[in-house]
């Protein structure tokens, strides 16, 4: 029997979830959900390559980008939708021979449960344990258990348990990658008056004012210390809010015409996306005990007419 037809059997959820072969032969579980008390019906796939949210559709309208160009393989991060970045967040703070982002969104995660509540959430609990492998790039083990909640809103929460005799610090990021018609033409609220290190201004430290964030040209910011619910506003789309738990940094990203140097995000694809990602780095990397575990939480929520908001 194939891994897929064993996964197949083991997990599935007749009308609501099922494992698949997806791009690239690469495993992937498609889930349905839908809220018949109020009609919302909504669709997410998430590949055990980086346990990567490829996808997540409510009404049929996408709230994730995933590039068109982005590589399908073993061992290659997705381009697009939510890569999961741990234990470091960017280039390795000492080696730059290490993979930039950690080593967790290009690795095959497992399947440990998947579930279906009688208001029609389905939910899948992935994991990944520190190996030989890890401990040869990072001397710690660890435990990770990702649970995806797909509703009306999509809910990631990233549990780190820290399975060493000692402490370890650690950054993390739910790496989200936003549809929207034009990043020229968005605005995002939620960031006003909040710190960042401008990461195109040599991580100069600065604070954005009272206005809300437009980006005009390549935008790298990793706003500190804040627990702010972030709002796309797409005047040709519904509000996205952008919700978290046990997160300090909030990350905002486009490469704007630097996309032309990333061949997995290359054909003029950049102003159909912006990264608002949930994220503990810098001084909000967690350092967690023996034995202790922490939970980072994000939830997308797509605010539609006849809706009242989740926040
Ligand atoms: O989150 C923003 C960022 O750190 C940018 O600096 C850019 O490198 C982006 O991540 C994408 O990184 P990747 O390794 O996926 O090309």
Redesign the pocket.
């Known amino acids: 029997m194939s891994e897929v037809s064993e996964q197949s059997r083991r997990f599935n959820i007749s009308g609501s979830l099922s494992v698949v072969a997806g791009e690239g032969g690469l495993t992937k579980i498609v889930i349905k959900a839908s809220g018949a008390s109020v009609g919302w019906t909504a669709k997410a796939e998430i590949y055990l390559n980086g346990a990567t949210v490829t996808r997540y559709e409510v009404d049929g309208k996408p709230v994730l980008f995933c590039s068109r160009t982005s590589k399908f393989e073993v061992g290659k991060?997705i381009?697009g939708g939510v890569?999961i970045i741990f234990p470091w967040?960017?280039p390795h703070p000492t080696d730059p021979k290490m993979p930039?982002?950690g080593f967790v969104r290009a690795a095959e995660w497992k399947i440990l449960n998947t579930a279906r509540s009688s208001s029609g959430v389905a939910t899948v609990v992935l994991g990944f344990e520190a190996s030989e492998a890890t401990r040869a790039i990072w001397p710690h083990d660890f435990a990770l258990r990702y649970t995806v909640s797909l509703g009306r809103r999509l809910e990631m929460a990233l549990e780190v348990t820290n399975r060493s005799n000692s402490e370890f610090r650690f950054d993390e990021?739910l790496?989200t990658y936003l549809a929207v018609s034009d990043v020229r033409n968005i605005h995002i609220t939620g960031l006003e008056q909040t710190e960042y290190a401008d990461?195109v201004d040599g991580l100069a430290r600065k604070r954005l004012d009272d206005a809300p964030l437009r980006l005009t040209g390549e935008t790298?910011r990793v706003f500190l210390n804040t627990g702010a619910v972030c709002r796309l506003h797409d005047p040709a789309r519904s509000e996205i809010a952008v919700g978290k738990e046990g997160s300090l940094s909030t990350?905002v990203?486009n490469?704007w015409d630097k996309a032309e140097n990333?061949v997995d995000l290359a054909g003029n694809q950049w102003p159909g996306m912006v990264?608002i990602?949930t994220v503990n780095t810098m001084e909000n990397s967690i350092t967690l005990m023996a034995g202790a575990s922490h939970t980072m939480k994000s939830t997308l929520h797509l605010s539609s007419r006849g809706y009242r908001r989740a926040y």
């Open positions: 991060a381009r890569p967040f960017g930039q982002h990021a790496h990461k790298d990350v990203w490469p990333l990264c990602e």
